[in-house]
């Protein structure tokens, strides 16, 4: 009787022992009793011993190997995870697994179906093709370069499925299952090389000379060709028979990178990792990443706990990004993560940004991290654009809007060229107010307001989901005269569309971009030149390549200049630096206008003059003077619930156990959240901060079962390790 140790997705810190009459392997999928129920787990230990009495330990139920094990690096990673973060380890552990292996469900994993011409297709000549068959003709192109799944071809149209249907019938395509192998092949897999200029060049030799672990932060002002080093980093990888995994930040960036490494690596196997894939196809990306079979692993923050055998590089595109940052469940930081996982496997890693966070900036500063820039943009007859502040103080405004930026969106839709406003803000208005009482659109479960939709006739909160029809008159006075506040990408483009009648006015938000191939479509029309004008979120800000765009005009930035946290003005410069990065990628040059109320501020000096090395330098001055990170560690301890008084006690009672540890860290006060109330909920928070790393984490380690013993089913509490909300 063998007796093992099993991790189960429940918010104990703790294994469970099991008993098992065959020889286990830590890492098998296994389902055991608990209680009343049975539970899927996973193997951590197999031991010899316990402590539990022989009558109380259950026996596993069954061993499940319908996959693969999952390798003791991984498991090292993750309890790596559960230790730093202080979160369960079962739940760290499972919450790292796609949703199929977390499930007691016999796996049944559909066939990698792939098309490629027939030889009737090879010969076909396109010219005798009919021309309506637009995307047929497109699929053939596409196939001709190399075979491809139904989700690659889907990219080029929304009606792929019944045009391979036809083609099928036709005989001109035909369907089949390939069988991925891990390739170590030692040929040059790189089509359409660019040449790399010299920067790009020392960058590559510099990382692919690194023997082991090395951590080099890529500087690369926007348009510098960062992805192009990515590019050429991957080809020496892979012809070493490698495997490489590149994270980037946001959902929307996925598809466009797929699409460009594919036309750069014809023959290799490359599969994204991210929550808009379903179930089955997470299962299967999943699979070949752990057979070795996926070389290239693309992928969002989650994809950092991917299984790859051969890891050799790991490249982190936009470090800085927030998104990288998981804020509910195990609160990790994918960046840091990818850190500790380069340092374990001893492979080098690239974190790349035009902005980094001032956390790596320091790291490089004092040599943790090695430092590579590059100056000047990839493309020779492309420069840096040409940024301006106009003061909204001494401006003729229309609605938020001032004349002088309406004045170039005009010199440019006359010249063909592309103009960006910039907003982020969705909606119509931020608050509807009754200009007769003051009333304002208060959300009736959260602390904010309640934002205006217009198209949709809607208050909608951001926060908690709820919404309402808008009224027809003030709820408290019921007068008629309620007036929107603020502006929204709803109501800029309202603006514009009546400005400029016959323009192509595109927006692009969450809203705009809800249905699955929304965006998809909208990014073919920006680089097919058929819009004029674009207004835009954040989601246009980073990672997009519009060779016509030469104007970007930024709204409404100011509010991020008197926030209460500290990281709103470093969120604000990356933010501002990257959309002003959009404009003049090209042969054309760009330019950039900022409305703001303070013209003169340092920010938008440095954003002038494009210093971001000037501006990171202030702000390290700035935080070491106050004793804010990077040159203090953080937790912090949220607690959430019903009755404000219960929440309040629970904080004071923790905060009490902390200051008896008397362990040499700072112990601040009980606060309200940011956000004091969310769906009913009243939110607080307690901060705890050391001077170094080692110091915090021995402190947490004494508090934290204290914490448990504290906790009611009436209060929902987390902690957060280095975290980047406030």
């Not at 022989?54 to 995870?81: G, H, T």
Request: hydrophobic content about 40%; overall charge positive; some cysteine.
């Amino acid at each position: 009787m063998y007796i093992v140790r099993v991790a189960l997705d429940i918010p104990l810190p703790t294994l469970f022992d099991y008993t098992l009459d065959e020889v286990a392997t830590p890492g098998q999928r296994v389902i055991v009793p608990f209680g009343h129920r049975q539970l899927l787990g996973v193997i951590l230990e197999c031991v010899a011993t316990t402590n539990i009495s022989s009558e109380r330990i259950k026996a596993v139920i069954q061993v499940l190997n319908d996959s693969a094990p999952l390798s003791a690096e991984l498991l090292k990673l993750l309890c790596f995870c559960s230790d730093y973060y202080h979160y369960p380890v079962g739940q760290t552990v499972l919450s790292a697994l796609p949703t199929r292996l977390r499930s007691d469900k016999p796996l049944t994993v559909k066939p990698n179906l792939h098309y490629r011409l027939t030889e009737q297709g090879h010969v076909l000549e396109m010219a005798d093709f009919p021309k309506r068959k637009s995307v047929a003709i497109k699929i053939i192109a596409k196939l001709k370069e190399h075979a491809c799944t139904l989700s690659q071809l889907k990219f080029l149209s929304a009606t792929a499925s019944s045009q391979l249907q036809w083609l099928q019938q036709e005989g001109l395509v035909e369907r089949f299952e390939a069988i991925p192998s891990v390739v170590h092949e030692e040929k040059s897999r790189l089509e359409n090389a660019h040449q790399l200029n010299a920067e790009q060049q020392q960058t590559v030799d510099s990382i692919i000379k690194t023997k082991g672990y090395g951590c080099f932060l890529l500087h690369g002002i926007t348009g510098s060709g960062k992805t192009e080093v990515y590019v050429h980093l991957m080809d020496h990888i892979m012809q070493r028979g490698g495997q490489v995994l590149l994270l980037v930040p946001e959902i929307n960036l996925t598809p466009q990178l797929e699409n460009y490494f594919r036309s750069r690596f014809a023959d290799v196997t490359l599969v994204s990792m991210h929550s808009g894939l379903s179930e089955n196809q997470r299962l299967k990306n999943w699979q070949l990443a752990q057979s070795g079979a996926a070389q290239i692993v693309l992928g969002t923050r989650l994809s950092i706990f991917a299984e790859l055998p051969g890891l050799a590089l790991i490249i982190v595109d936009e470090e800085h990004d927030s998104s990288y940052k998981q804020q509910d469940g195990l609160r990790y930081s994918a960046r840091d993560v990818a850190i500790f996982r380069a340092s374990q496997c001893r492979v080098p890693i690239v974190l790349g940004s035009a902005t980094p966070s001032l956390e790596s900036y320091q790291n490089a500063r004092t040599g943790r991290y090695r430092m590579l820039r590059l100056t000047g943009r990839a493309q020779a007859d492309a420069r840096l654009p040409a940024v301006g502040c106009i003061n909204i103080n001494q401006s003729v405004m229309h609605e938020g809007i001032s004349e002088k930026l309406l004045r170039a969106v005009e010199q440019r839709i006359a010249r063909g060229e592309q103009s960006l406003l910039f907003i982020n803000r969705r909606g119509y208005a931020p608050v509807l107010m009754c200009t007769e009482c003051g009333w304002l659109s208060d959300c009736r479960h959260c602390a904010g307001k309640m934002v205006l939709h217009l198209q949709e006739n809607r208050l909608r909160c951001h926060h908690c989901g709820d919404q309402l029809r808008v009224p027809a008159a003030c709820p408290d006075c019921g007068h008629a005269g309620l007036h929107p506040l603020g502006s929204g990408t709803q109501r800029v483009e309202s603006i514009l569309q009546q400005r400029f009648p016959d323009a192509r006015i595109l927006r692009v938000d969450r809203d705009s971009t809800r249905n699955k191939r929304a965006w998809q479509e909208m990014r073919e029309q920006i680089h097919a030149n058929d819009v004029d004008i674009l207004v835009g979120t954040q989601m246009l800000a980073k990672g997009h390549d519009f060779p016509a765009l030469t104007l970007v005009g930024v709204l409404n930035p100011d509010s991020a200049l008197y926030s209460g946290d500290f990281r709103a003005a470093e969120k604000l410069f990356a933010q501002l630096m990257q959309v002003a990065g959009r404009a003049g990628r090209s042969d054309k040059p760009g330019e950039v206008w900022i409305q703001t109320a303070f013209p003169d501020h340092p920010l938008f000096r440095c954003l002038q003059n494009h210093d971001f090395e000037g501006w990171a330098e202030a702000q390290l001055n700035e935080r070491r003077m106050a004793g804010f990170p990077p040159f203090v560690f953080q937790a912090m301890l949220r607690a959430e619930g019903m009755v404000e008084a219960e929440v309040y006690a629970y904080l004071h009672q923790a905060r009490l156990a902390a200051i008896e540890l008397n362990q040499g860290v700072e112990i601040f006060g009980v606060v309200p959240a940011v956000l004091a109330r969310r769906a009913n909920h009243v939110r607080a928070q307690l901060l705890i901060q050391a001077a170094t790393r080692k110091g915090l984490q021995q402190f947490m380690r004494a508090w934290k079962p204290v914490l448990d013993k504290l906790s009611t089913k009436k209060i929902r509490c987390s902690l957060d390790i280095d975290p980047i909300e406030f």
